[in-house]
């Protein structure tokens, strides 16, 4: 079938596929399916006897599933990993891929409200299943919520000041649309800064009505588990939250704190990264400007 190329245009894509060091019989997962071409750069080198599995929970992405025998999409959220391959008689992966950004088709399909440029109503729901969306959030929160939502997501100083604007805001009436959103955060948004500030606080909610970064503990631990011992994990995040994430998990298996070391002070580890940090290059940076902010890290499970 023909792929909707406009849907989303990969970032790192050899970098990232060239990291899980793809055998031609070997069974490999991408969980962040969107438009396909991840999939179908690992298809390209996968043998007659290769497996690729790919999940997305967005239902737009269905339409861009592969016509490939090798090939199965699963349309679930990858908090649900091990789940769904065990469900498909698979217990263990030659290589996982992550490109943990918001595809291109979600930030410009205005009415999925992700995108700080358009009037939208307020959704940014990744999957249309999911109960709470943006509107929810801004609406339905106690101050006290929003002000952690604002500071541990958004980065912001002024989380609370906010918080606190939002909720006055609403006993006036519902909060509805992305324009009374950004109405009553006007004061919050000086003309030079308003688009990076903007940016922080969607970030936030996107993040909060997503469940992200819990998303993304659920999958990497998960990813261990079914990974083979020599397995590849290969994972492009976009901000700290979720690099930081990543980072730690794949340097000693845990998100905070560092592990028990023996009595010689030495620690097991679950992975070996494979390489240093990998960025785009300025030259794709010019050709797709969402990828300014990717950071790519691999490591193979020990």
Known sequence: MTMMT????????????????????????DVTFGGGGHSLEILKRLGDNGKLFAFDQDEDAQANAIDDPRFMLIPENFRFLKRYLRFHGVTAVDGILADLGVSSHQFDVAE???????????????????DVSA???????????????????????????????????????????????????????????????????????????????EVLKEFLIQSLEVLKVGGRLSVISY????????????????????????????????????QKLIVPTDEEIAVNNRARSAKLRVAEKL
Do not use: C, W
């Open 112 to 130: 999925r409200g992700f995108s700080t440029r358009f009037e939208a109503e307020l959704d940014m729901r990744m999957s249309k299943k999911n």
């Open 6 to 29: 406009e849907y989303h245009n990969p970032v790192l894509l050899n970098e990232t596929v060239d990291g899980l060091a793809i055998k031609p019989d070997g069974v490999y997962v």
């Open 135 to 213: 509107y929810t959030v801004i609406n339905e929160y106690e101050e006290a919520q929003l002000k952690k939502m604002f500071f541990d997501y958004g980065e912001l100083r002024n989380a609370g000041a906010i918080a606190n604007a939002i909720v006055t805001a609403r006993q006036e009436g519902e909060i509805k649309n992305s324009e009374e959103l950004k109405t009553v955060l006007s004061r919050f948004l000086p003309a030079h800064r308003s688009n990076k500030i903007l940016a922080q606080i969607y970030q936030a909610i996107r993040i909060e009505v997503n469940q992200e970064l």
């Open 239 to 274: 901000h700290s939250l979720e690099d930081r994430l990543v980072k730690r998990y794949m340097r000693n298996g845990m998100f905070e704190g560092e592990p028990e070391r023996d009595l010689y002070g030495n620690f097991e580890v679950p992975f070996k990264n494979i």
